[in-house]
C-alpha cells in the first residue's frame, strides 16, 4: 500500500515561502555582513607562538589551551578603538543590506549586558553594551539587524552535547530555561532586530527537545511579529533538522549554505535562502594570518551575483581586531565592492531568479515586480558577443549597458529563442551590467 505521509506534531508550519512583508524584504537585501567579533578576536587564532589549525573562534576548543586561561581571557577584552558608527558606515558604503552580528558564540561570552549570567560584556573592562551599539549604529544607517546566537555554550554548566543521565536532562531543562530567558532579553532590549540567526543546534540535546525547540520558536515570534528565523534552529519530533520527516523546510529561509553556493535553481529547492561566506578559506573569527588563498573582490561580487541569480542572498563574513578596527584587507573588499554596488546594484537589490538558461559571460537576474533582467558580465569572449536566450514566452524588447541608457545594444537573432548581443570594442576590466527591457511573446 501507498505510504502515507507522517503526521509531524513538531514539523514544519508551512509549506511554502512567507508571504509576509517583513519577508519580502529579507528577499530584496541581496547582499548583507556578518560579524564574529568576540574574547576569541584577541587570541587571532593564535597560542604563545602557535597557530590554531582551525577557525579561529573555535580556538578555546583547542588541545593546547590551558585550563581557564580562555575563561579569563573577557579580562583582557577593552576594545579601544571600536566605533559602531564607523563600523556602520562601512557597512553602508559597501552596500549591503543587513547585519548578522555575534552576540553569543560558542564560547558563551555575551557581547551584551545579559542579567543571565556573569560571563558578559558588563564584566570585562569594556563595560559598554556592544551589541546595542551595532543594533542602533546600523538601524541608524538603515542597515537590518540580525542577531547571531548560538545555542551550544561552553561556559555554562549546565550545557550538554547529548542527554544521557538523568542528570544530563536535570541540568540541560535549567540550560533550556537560560537560553529562552537570554533570547527574550535580546528580543526586548533590541527591538530593532529583524531576526534571529541560530547556531550550534547539531548536538543530540537540542535535537532531542524537538518539542521545546518549536515552542520557543513559536513564542519568539509571538513577542516579535515578523521575526525571521532560519532553518538551523529546531528540530522535529525525530530529531530532523532543517526539513522535517516530510521533507519540509522548518524555518523561514534554508540556513544550509556556509561557504558553499547552490549549482542550479533546482538545488534550493523552491526555498528563500542565504550563503554565508568566509574571506579566507575558513575561519570566522579575526585571525591574525590568513594562511592560504583569501578571495578578491571580484570573486566576492562574482558569489554575489550567482547568489542573487538563484533568488539568494549573499553575506560576507568580517572578522574585526580586538581593538574594534577591521583588518586593512577587510576595508578594502568593502571599499572596492562598494564602488561596485554603487554603480551596479540594480543588478543586485529587489532582484530575483529569472528563470533563463545560463550563459558562461554570467549571471541572469530579474527586478522583483518588473519587466527587466540583468546580464551581471564577468566573462567577455574574445568575440564580444553574448549569447542571450530568455525563458519561453518572453522577448528582449531592449538592450543597454547600464551605465549608457541611451545606447541601445544591437541584438542579433540566432534563431527562435536565442540572439547575440555584440559588445562595443573597450577594455573590459570590471564586471558590468547589461539592462535587458522584456516583454510578453514569442
Ligand atoms: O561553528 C560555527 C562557526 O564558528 C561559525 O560561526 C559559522 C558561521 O556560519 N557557524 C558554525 C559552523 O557552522
Known sequence: SAQQPKVLQHGAHRVGKRTDVEMATWRGYGMGQFIHWGVYSLFGGELNGNYYNGAAEWIRSWK?????????????FNPSSFDATQWAKMAKQMGVRYVTFTTKHHDGFCLWPSKYTDYTIANSPCKKDIVK?????????????????????????????????????????????????????????YPQTKGLWFDGTWDNSWKKSGAFTDTLEQYLKTLHPGLIIGSRFRADEFGNRHVDATGVLMGDYEQGWERKIPKTYADVHGNDWDCVMTIPENGWGYQKKWLGHWKTTNEILEMTAQCVSLGGNFVLNFGPKPDGTFRPEEVEIAKEAGEWMKINNAA?????????????????????????????????????????????????????????????????????????????????????VIVLETKEGG
Request: hydrophobic share 35%; net charge neutral.
Open 64 to 76: 593546547d589551551m590551558p585550563n581557564g586561561v580562555y575563561d579569563s581571557a573577557y579580562k583582557q
Open 133 to 189: 551599539q551595532v543594533v542602533d549604529a546600523y538601524t541608524k544607517e538603515g542597515i537590518d539587524v540580525y542577531l547571531y546566537f548560538s545555542i551550544m555554550d561552553w561556559h555554562n554548566p549546565d550545557w550538554r552535547y547529548d542527554l544521557k543521565t538523568k542528570e544530563d536532562s536535570v541540568a540541560f531543562e535549567r540550560f533550556k530555561l537560560f537560553t529562552k530567558k537570554q533570547l527574550t532579553e535580546l528580543l526586548q532590549q
Open 348 to 432: 543586485i537589490y529587489n532582484c530575483e531568479y529569472a528563470g533563463w538558461e545560463k550563459q558562461d559571460w554570467g549571471y541572469y537576474t530579474k527586478k522583483t515586480n518588473e519587466n527587466k533582467v540583468y546580464m551581471i558580465v564577468f566573462n567577455v569572449p574574445v568575440s564580444r558577443s553574448l549569447k542571450v536566450k530568455p525563458s519561453k514566452n518572453t522577448l528582449v524588447d531592449k538592450a543597454y549597458l547600464l551605465t549608457a541608457p541611451g545606447k541601445t545594444l544591437s541584438l542579433e537573432k540566432l534563431d527562435y529563442d536565442a540572439s547575440f548581443i555584440q559588445l562595443p570594442s573597450a577594455q573590459y576590466k570590471q564586471p558590468f
